[in-house]
Nanobody, 116 residues
Framework: VQLVESGGGLVQPGGSLRLSCAAS????????MRWFRQAQGKERELVAS????????TYADSVKGRFTISRDNVKNTAYLQMNSLKPEDTAVYYC??????????WGQGTQVTVSS
């Protein structure tokens, strides 16, 4: 099982990034996908989630209207489009796959730094 994030980097405030999470080794289309982030010295927090079929998405209040989660069940990939980035969005972003009740996988994380 693998979840491999990519697309992180350094961006100026107001800029955009698109994170990708490539999945392998499990039946991607049956798993809900989530993006978490963890800023230095803070707890990991849920940023966005999408159901297995892509019909329902949810967002943390702090990113609503700026971030969009999506998935491609043919390419086995989840995405997080991040617009209007702010310095407080700086964190390591993690991809997570979950199928209740007991299956859960994590990626290794990708650093996003928002700074001028």
């Amino acid at each position: 099982v693998q979840l491999v994030e990519s697309g992180g980097g350094l961006v100026q405030p107001g800029g955009s990034l698109r994170l990708s999470c490539a999945a392998s080794g499990f039946t991607f289309r049956t798993y809900d996908m989530r993006w978490f982030r963890q800023a230095q010295g803070k707890e990991r927090e849920l940023v966005a989630s999408i159901t297995s079929g892509g019909g329902i998405t949810t967002y943390a209040d702090s990113v609503k209207g700026r971030f969009t989660i999506s998935r491609d069940n043919v390419k086995n990939t989840a995405y997080l489009q991040m617009n209007s980035l702010k310095p407080e969005d700086t964190a390591v972003y993690y991809c997570n796959a979950r199928r209740r009740p007991q299956y859960m996988y994590w990626g290794q994380g990708t650093q996003v730094t928002v700074s001028s």
